[in-house]
Every structure is written in C-alpha cells, then in structure tokens.
C-alpha cells in the first residue's frame, strides 16, 4: 500500500515557481502647451501673445477663466497674434561718467563791485597789521581821500567790542588816533568826520583825561549810528 503511494508521488512532473519581469516603459510627456492669451495677464503677457505654460496652470487657470485659448494643429489663433513688445536694456553708466554728469559745474567767478574790492583790501590789510613781527599796530591816517571809503557799521559793531580800554599816557586822545584804532580792530576806515566822542552827554572834540566816553560812529550813507564805550586808563 505505502509503496503504490510513493510510486504515485514521484510519477507527477516537479513544477517550477518562475517569476516573470515586467518591463516598464517610461513615457515623456511635454508638460506644456501652446495658448494665446485672450486677456492681459500680470507676469504672464499681453492680449494676443502666443506663449508656452504648463498645462496645469492652463487647465486650471487661464483656461477656466477663459483668458487664454489653446492652439492646436487643427485650431490656430482666435484673434490677431501679438508680439511681445522687446525691453532694450539701458547701457552701462562708468563710475567715472557718473562722476562727471553728478558733479556740478562750478560757477564762474562773477565780478566785484568797487565796493566790494575796496572791503577785500581793507581786510587784507588789516589781516598784515594783526600779524606784524613787532606786535605794533599799524597807523592809518583817515583823512586821505574820505570820499572813497566805506565802512559798514553792522560790522563795526560786531567787530568793536562794547566796552573798549585804552591805556593811554599821551593826551589829548584825537579823532585821528581813534580812526587808527578802529582800523586795527575791524579793517575798516572811518574818516574823522563820522567820529565824536560824548562825556557825560555832553559832545567833545577830544578826550583830555582818563574816564568812560562815549565813542560815536555815524554812517551818512546808512543814516544810523552805534555808540561804543571807550575807557581810558
């Protein structure tokens, strides 16, 4: 019995398991497509271009809003095609050509009045007696040519100071020695006749002794005056 069994066994054909490989074919799909845009779209193009997207963003935007249509072998353009308008690129400014358009043109010197030369030199001059070897101040005499020289007296008072003292051993004190004085303290020449001196209200011609006075600077011109403290020691 088990050998008629056995017999049976070994007379079936083995079979044999084969795992078959399947081969997978890749396929290349074109993922864009060719439309014309029926509407201006921002960062995209203008009406009529003919452009290239994505499929997904045509068949899920532009396409559904219908502000594009696709363009195929058998369907061409809906409306007149458009070509997108060329952005020429500026040229390339130097450093160097940047410099000379940025930097303004100086100005030509404009030409000076006499008046203004006359207050140049006087400067000048004063700038020469400040800084002399000797420290000694320079005497101007104020009576040579009275009509040619101008002086400011908004100058004259921020030049002068309020109270001015002088130490002085030689009198009288003359309009003359006091025209030098503001030379040398402002640069500008005051002629005699646009000084007085006032003691105590009272106009004097000179000052004789020491004392506070007055020291009066008149303008003709500008018709305005300033007074001065001198204190003579």
Same mark, same amino acid.
Do not use: C, H, W, Y
């Given at each position: 019995m088990f050998t008629n069994r056995i017999v049976q066994r070994s007379s079936i054909p083995s079979l044999r398991l084969v795992r078959y490989r399947h081969k997978v074919s890749v396929v290349t799909v074109n993922d864009k497509v060719t439309v014309q845009l029926l509407k201006n779209v921002k960062d995209i193009g203008i009406k009529g271009e003919v452009i290239r997207v994505k499929a997904a963003y045509m068949r899920n935007f532009l396409h559904h809003d219908n502000k594009a249509a696709y363009i195929t072998k058998t369907e061409g353009p809906r409306i007149p095609v458009v070509e997108k308008p060329v952005v020429v690129a500026a040229p390339e400014i130097k450093k160097e050509?940047?410099?000379?358009?940025?930097?303004?043109?100086?100005?030509?010197?404009?030409?000076?009045?006499?008046d203004e030369l006359s207050k140049l030199f006087n400067t000048m001059r004063t700038r020469k007696a400040r800084t002399t070897s000797q420290g000694e101040a320079i005497t101007v005499s104020a009576t040579e040519d009275e009509s040619n020289? %101008?002086?400011?007296? @908004?100058?004259?008072?921020? $030049?002068i100071p309020s109270t001015y003292t002088i130490k002085e051993?030689?009198?009288?004190?003359?309009? %003359?020695?006091?025209? @030098?004085?503001?030379?040398? $303290?402002?640069?500008d020449k005051v002629p005699e006749s646009s000084i007085s001196f006032e003691k105590s209200t009272t106009s004097i011609d000179e000052i004789a002794e020491t004392g506070d006075y007055n020291l009066i600077i008149s303008s003709p011109i500008e018709k305005s005056s300033i007074i001065k403290t001198l204190k003579v020691q």
């Open positions: 050509e940047t410099k000379k358009v940025l930097t303004p043109q100086k100005k030509s010197a404009e030409a000076m009045s006499l020289i %101008t002086f400011s007296l @908004s100058d004259l008072d921020e $030049l051993t030689n009198f009288p004190i003359t309009k %003359t020695r006091v025209s @030098s004085l503001i030379f040398n $303290l402002s640069g």
